[in-house]
């Protein structure tokens, strides 16, 4: 949610603010705006609305050249999506600018004691405190005025600040909300997260809650909460902007629906050595594996549903409880964990907001956090004790795919090694666990080569006004997935159900125009979704199956049917996930809807 870009070096820095924006589209906005340091004078730029409408302003009002800068793009919480709410703001004498990702909550407050010491504000936005508050205490040392501002407020807050007259240094701050530094040779690169650094350095700094830094284009100083002058370490990051292009695909979800076989024989490779399950590298200690009482999975959105997914995977294999609970939920109710629960958090991005505050309640419990997560050096991986990678690489469009099965991908991993240290399943069943995982890769690839099942069904039912998704046991989370995916990039409301409950409410809705999506891979439960299916075809529900192949007599009595190869059910949710995603996407691209960047939606949701 919003993407701060900064620069400052020799190079001329709107090109380099400009190609960042556009790298950070993919988490959502809703207006842009950008600042650069003059002579004597900072000059601002912004507008409502997609980046090449800020391109079109900067060509009619072009601004002056200039070797640092700051950009933004704005995803509203306070105030209107409008220019005069977009950033950089500026205070009073309009020599300070800045742009602000999170959220002040004691803005309000804050406000009304700048009015009555005689500020004006032009926005209704929680940022432009921010920026007064640094004009007030600014003697001529930015970095302290910085610090003294940020001590008054509460909430969260990565920001990045210049000032007219010192065209060589920008001062940024964070708390609560990511921030990275890259570090290049005579200039340095200021980013929410890595897309828009990448192009530039692969040597990355990650700040830390409450630290705040200095950043020249020779020189970045880092300051602790207490203004201690610290040496950070940075990282090479390993993957490069390249991967987070089109490469010809007409949109980045369509492209990393197809990356998910890659994905997941990379997840493979690295986590498997010698036909065993080798966890080394992440920190995991079998020791305290063995002493596990309980587990509790919290995420959010599609990372939920895969924690869903593991939970039904870890009670079979390793006989372990686990609840799993919505991060925004678990954090006001009163958890049962102590220090032999294990906590697993689920993040793509490493920098959910209400997943890292559910992890600090856990903390305080004493129990251990496993960290499942996407993005090295992220503030989730920074703060658990045991960390999974997912492999999945830069997932741009906002709708997860290929980040989605990586996580199932891992948990079921940790799933089988669970089962494997607790010694809850023989040697010989582990080894056949593994070597059936070990296929999944050859059965995607084998599905996406009839790729047009799916665009058949789109074409016949992108024009209906909703859905409904039915799943038991492994795949009532896929059920769940499905109808949020639909939802997200279509507009069309959708909802996901245990089919065992459609009796319970949901069969009421069942009629001509409503289509539902039955999820019914080969198991000992098939036929019980068949009598669903009879069900809705009874009441002239518009039926589309999902099936695995060997149950193709099921196109004598319904139409529309999507075949997936043969596997255990307990993997079947990889596969599954395969036609719900191509679904969403083509009724998606059908109703003309943009696919990538889907309305009032963010990639990385780092506000509560």
């Given amino acids: 949610m919003c993407g701060i870009v900064g620069y400052v070096g020799k190079r001329q820095a709107l090109p380099i603010l400009l190609k960042g924006l556009e790298r950070l589209e993919y988490r959502g906005y809703d207006s842009s705006g950008i600042g650069v340091v003059g002579k004597q004078k900072i000059y601002l730029r912004k507008c409502q609305g997609k980046i090449r409408n800020l391109k079109e302003l900067l060509s009619s009002n072009p601004l002056p050249n200039s070797t640092i800068g700051i950009s933004h793009t704005r995803w509203a919480t306070h105030g209107a999506p409008n220019s005069i709410n977009a950033h950089p703001h500026a205070g009073c004498s309009k020599t300070f600018s800045l742009v602000h990702n999170g959220i002040i909550e004691n803005h309000q407050e804050l406000k009304a004691r700048l009015l009555r010491e005689g500020h004006k504000f032009d926005s209704q936005t929680d940022t432009e405190v921010i920026v007064h508050l640094i004009e007030k205490y600014y003697k001529g040392d930015l970095l302290k005025a910085v610090q003294k501002a940020i001590a008054l407020l509460q909430g969260s807050f990565a920001l990045a600040v210049i000032v007219a007259g010192q065209p060589d240094k920008i001062v940024v701050a964070r708390r609560g909300s990511p921030l990275v530094l890259g570090l290049g040779k005579e200039e340095n690169f200021i980013a929410s997260d890595l897309t828009p650094i990448l192009t530039h350095t692969k040597k990355a700094l990650f700040l830390e809650d409450n630290q705040t830094a200095l950043v020249t284009k020779d020189r970045v100083l880092v300051f602790d909460s207490i203004h201690k002058k610290i040496s950070p370490k940075s ?74 997914v593991a939970k039904y995977a870890i009670e079979e294999l390793a006989r372990i409880p686990v609840s799993v609970d919505v991060s925004s939920e678990f954090r006001y109710r009163k958890p049962i964990i102590n220090r032999n629960s294990l906590v697993i958090a689920i993040s793509q991005s490493g920098e959910t907001a209400d997943t890292l505050a559910a992890i600090n309640e856990a903390r305080k419990q004493k129990a251990k ?35 989605y099965t990586a996580q199932l991908a891992v948990l079921y991993l940790f799933a089988i090694y669970l089962a494997h240290i607790m010694k809850k399943q023989p040697a010989a069943a582990i080894r056949r666990l593994i070597n059936e995982l070990k296929t999944i890769a050859r059965k995607q690839e084998k599905f996406l080569k009839k790729e047009r099942q799916v665009v058949r069904v789109a074409k016949s039912h992108h024009q209906l006004g909703s859905f409904l998704y039915l799943g038991r046991r ?72 999902i099936v695995s192949e060997s149950n193709a007599h099921i196109k004598d009595y319904i139409r529309e049917v999507i075949y997936i190869p043969e596997s255990l059910e307990l993997f079947s949710p990889l596969l599954v996930a395969l036609p719900l995603q191509l679904l969403a996407y083509h009724i998606a691209v059908k109703r003309g809807c943009d696919v990538d960047q889907p309305r009032n939606l963010a990639k990385s949701v780092t506000v509560e």
């Fill in 235 to 308: 990282c090479v990051i390993k993957w490069d902007a390249e991967s987070a292009q089109k490469d010809g695909f007409p949109h980045f979800m369509l492209k990393e629906i197809y990356e998910q076989p890659k994905v997941l024989r990379q997840i493979l490779a690295t986590y498997i050595k010698k036909n065993a399950i080798n966890f080394s590298p992440s920190r995991i200690r079998p020791i305290f594996l063995k002493k596990i009482s309980n587990i509790v999975i919290v995420a959010c959105g599609t990372a939920y549903h895969a924690g869903m």
């Fill in 369 to 403: 956090i496993l960290a499942v997560c996407n993005v090295v050096g992220s503030t989730l991986t920074r703060e658990a004790d045991y960390v999974l990678y997912t492999l999945a690489g830069p997932e741009i469009g906002v709708a997860s795919t290929k980040a």
């Fill in 474 to 545: 492994i795949n009532y989370p896929s059920a769940l997935e499905g109808a949020l995916k639909l939802k997200e990039i279509s507009y069309i409301p959708s909802e996901g159900y245990a089919a065992g409950e459609m009796k319970h409410g949901p069969i009421a809705l069942i009629d001509e125009y409503r289509a539902v999506i039955c999820i019914a891979p080969d198991s000992d439960i098939y036929e019980k979704m068949v009598s669903n299916i009879q069900e809705i075809r009874a009441r002239a529900g518009k039926v589309v199956a």
